[in-house]
T-cell receptor
Framework: ETGVTQSPTHLIKTRGQQVTLRCSSQ?????VSWYQQALGQGPQFIFQ???????GRGNFPPRFSGLQFPNYSSELNVNALELDDSALYLC????????????FGPGTRLTVL | AQSVTQPDIHITVSEGASLELRCNYS??????LFWYVQSPGQGLQLLLK??????LVQGIKGFEAEFKRSQSSFNLRKPSVHWSDAAEYFCAVAPNRDDKIIFGKGTRLHILP
């Protein structure tokens, strides 16, 4: 059984660019949630995908978008990058919507210059 | 609105000493409560959770937490810390099992040899 993996590990972009982050769910999991963790802060919920449909969204602008694929892997896309988008982006997969079954990946560190 | 407060940004304890990390939440009803640990380069790992029932909850790695409704608290404890416990600890709350999680800002635990 493989865990949750994320790619890339680190990424550097400049303001105004677009970025795509990827997440592979744990085997058998059909739900993916994405979180943004700024330096010195706790993770903040961005959105969740359940069986390829968005199922809840946090307080993030529309330039944060996502996809979930039939194999339940997921992408987080961020357009028009801003300096404040610099953060660790975490994805978590679960079997169904129950929060206590979430497993987190190691994260992607995004730096926006 | 729900919120989670972790009053201590940093805590330093000696190896072998006892530990208590504080967490207070703001929510009308009894929420779902979680403690997560994040080691450098690692994703979040669930230590324990409280949904209902016995207010003293046992978790992994020898941790426990006690839910006190009257104090709106869910403090994490460990009788004897090990150097490997050095990490960042996050308390989190959700209104129900399927809703989004709100994390506190975290407490960084340092262990003295």
């Amino acid at each position: 059984e493989t865990g949750v993996t994320q790619s890339p590990t680190h990424l550097i972009k400049t303001r105004g660019q677009q970025v795509t982050l990827r997440c592979s769910s744990q085997s058998g999991h059909n739900t993916v949630s994405w979180y943004q963790q700024a330096l010195g802060q706790g993770p903040q919920f961005i959105f969740q995908y359940y069986r390829e449909e968005e199922n809840g969204r946090g307080n993030f602008p529309p330039r944060f978008s996502g996809l979930q694929f039939p194999n339940y892997s997921s992408e987080l896309n961020v357009n028009a990058l801003e300096l404040d988008d610099s953060a660790l982006y975490l994805c978590a997969s679960s079997n169904g919507l129950a929060l206590d079954t979430q497993y987190f990946g190691p994260g992607t560190r995004l730096t926006v210059l | 609105a729900q919120s989670v407060t972790q009053p201590d940004i940093h805590i330093t304890v000696s190896e072998g000493a006892s530990l208590e990390l504080r967490c207070n939440y703001s929510y009308g009803a009894t929420p779902y409560l979680f403690w997560y640990v994040q080691s450098p380069g690692q994703g979040l790992q669930l230590l324990l959770k409280y949904f209902s029932g016995d207010t003293l909850v046992q978790g992994i790695k020898g941790f426990e937490a006690e839910f006190k409704r009257s104090q709106s608290s869910f403090n994490l404890r460990k009788p004897s810390v090990h150097w490997s416990d050095a990490a960042e600890y996050f308390c989190a709350v959700a209104p129900n099992r399927d809703d989004k999680i709100i994390f506190g800002k975290g407490t960084r635990l340092h262990i003295l040899p």
